[in-house]
């Protein structure tokens, strides 16, 4: 079965930076596409970005475009979040979850599979 395993969170402070991975298995991903996604306490869960497996597609949050990268490594069948100039307001659990094709890839009611999440708190 299809299995996430996020890691890479932790305790930072506001400027610093942090890399979350998100190691995928359990089928061919090669037309699916992989989002990162964030959960505050007492708030909705939030789209931060996705990258397609298989093209050079990737978008962003308004909130993190210009800090945030996603990328991908095929041949580990792993995706990365790059966090940079963290805020205090980027504290969360992150989450990566994948579905098949990039149609509406930050609605994450429409993601098949997730991971546990990983925390990621920053400090003022």
């Known amino acids: 079965q299809v299995q996430l395993v996020e890691s890479g969170g932790g305790l930072v402070q506001a400027g610093g930076s942090l890399r979350l991975s998100c190691a995928a298995s359990g089928r061919d991903f090669s037309s699916f596409v992989m989002g990162w996604f964030r959960q505050a306490p007492g708030k909705e869960r939030e789209f931060v970005a996705a990258?397609?497996?298989?093209?050079?597609?990737?978008v962003y949050a308004d909130p993190v475009k210009g800090r945030f990268t996603i990328s991908r490594d095929n041949a580990k069948n792993t995706v990365y979040l790059q966090m940079s100039s963290l805020k205090p307001e980027d504290t969360a659990v992150y989450y990566c979850?994948?579905?098949?094709?990039?149609?509406?890839?930050?609605?994450?009611?429409?993601?098949?599979?997730w991971g546990q999440g990983t925390q990621v708190t920053v400090s003022s």
């Open positions: 979850a994948t579905k098949p094709g990039f149609y509406r890839s930050d609605t994450y009611t429409l993601y098949n599979y």
């Open positions: 990258i397609s497996w298989n093209i050079d597609i990737t």
